[in-house]
């Protein structure tokens, strides 16, 4: 029996995905520029507090996250990866742990911090339950994902270019969350003032195997349980690669950033009125019938 058979809630080979982290933890300076880009954009949010932080837990940063939450004067900073190899390259405290099974204590951290990371757990609802056990009392948690639509032009090349040369197709490219599902999952997890909001990452490369090389150098290459083992025909990409769209001397490359904030719940936060406890008409306040 397989592993996908015996637990049909899993979707990801969590041990393959951690192989290949390893592997990229050499090579994933090339793509620095994509992950610092979705890494800025995620910490701006931190703007937008006055709330400071002293212990901080970055998960999946891949040696970007860590240097960026130091910078801004964050004192203690830990960087927790699948991969011990890429936790380490982050500097400073690194350890090796698993998104689905969290190795710290309740109430560690005042700040956990998830930049392209946890698209590939099988289990977000339970990682959202143990991150949010993780934090202190008003922490809070910052978190981006690739959302459905993220490498939509490439996912149909492959199935069209599969098709034309098996007459079917296998899952190449990874599910993607959809941006009104995680707020519920931010609040069903227990996180007080939810909230998820998305924004495109405008991204071109100038050929097919420049991105193809890119999602190999960041550890993103397929690791869908229910892929198909065989050996890809050796004609599959470059197929896949004349089929994807071109605009101009580029290709585009759809890239939905998906972003949940969160925070650990405290007696300080505002918190919605009750039902039925309102002592003024909405058409009073608005001045209408």
């Not at 990409?237 to 585009?252: H, N, W």
């Amino acid at each position: 029996m397989t592993d996908r058979a015996a637990d049909p809630m899993r979707v990801f080979d969590r041990r393959l995905l951690r192989r290949r982290r390893d592997r990229a933890a050499a090579t994933v300076d090339r793509v620095a520029p994509v992950l610092e880009a979705a890494a800025d954009r995620l910490l701006d949010r931190l703007d937008d507090t006055t709330r400071r932080f002293a212990r901080a837990l970055e998960i999946g940063g891949r040696g970007v996250v860590a240097p960026l939450l130091r910078s801004r004067g964050i004192p203690f900073v830990v960087s927790m990866d699948l991969s011990s190899r890429m936790a380490r390259g982050a500097g400073g405290l690194a350890v090796a742990g698993d998104e689905e099974w969290l190795p710290f204590a309740p109430e560690s951290f005042d700040l956990v911090v998830a930049s392209l990371s946890l698209h590939w757990v099988n289990d977000l609802p339970g990682a959202l339950l143990q991150i949010r056990r993780a934090l202190r009392p008003d922490g809070l948690f910052l978190a981006s994902l690739p959302g459905l639509g993220t490498l939509q032009e490439l996912r149909e090349a492959l199935a069209a270019a599969e098709s034309e040369l098996r007459g079917g197709l296998s899952p190449r490219v990874s599910p993607f969350p959809e941006l009104r599902d995680l707020a519920g999952l931010l609040q069903r997890a227990g996180f007080a003032l939810p909230v998820a909001d998305g924004e495109a990452l405008p991204v071109a490369y100038r050929s097919p195997m420049a991105l193809f090389e890119d999602l190999r150098a960041a550890g993103e290459t397929n690791a869908v349980l229910a892929r198909d083992p065989r050996i890809p025909p050796r004609a599959l990409l470059p197929l896949a690669a004349s089929r994807l769209p071109v605009a101009g001397e580029a290709i585009p490359v759809g890239f939905r950033l998906l972003v949940m904030t969160g925070w650990a719940p405290h007696e300080s936060q505002s918190k919605p009125a009750r039902p039925g406890s309102a002592t003024v008409r909405l058409a009073e306040a608005l001045g209408v019938e």
